[in-house]
């Protein structure tokens, strides 16, 4: 059997969406992207590894625990 993976980094492309007159049928491929790491660590809650403020800790729990129940890891 495999060790489990303890680490996981997704890159994601940034574009321009619901700009203009285009709304969902324009947009522009952008040099930006958001990069999100996912380190598993003893303890219940996730917590990124750079400060934040309350409302960006609340989108790292939630999101977390949603890729956590996706992919059925405890």
């Known amino acids: 059997m ?5 680490i996981v980094t997704v890159r994601v492309p940034g574009s321009t969406s ?3 007159a285009g709304f969902d049928t324009l947009g522009l491929a952008l040099q930006v992207h958001n990069r999100v790491t996912l380190v598993r660590e003893e303890g ?3 917590r990124p ?4 403020d309350g409302r960006a800790q609340a989108m790292v729990e939630t999101t977390a625990a949603s890729f956590f129940a996706a992919a059925r890891i405890r």
Do not use: F, H, I
Request: net charge neutral; charged share 15%.
């Open 2 to 6: 495999s060790k489990p993976v303890s």
């Open 49 to 52: 590894a750079t400060s934040s």
């Open 18 to 20: 619901n700009c203009g």
């Open 44 to 46: 219940d809650a996730p």
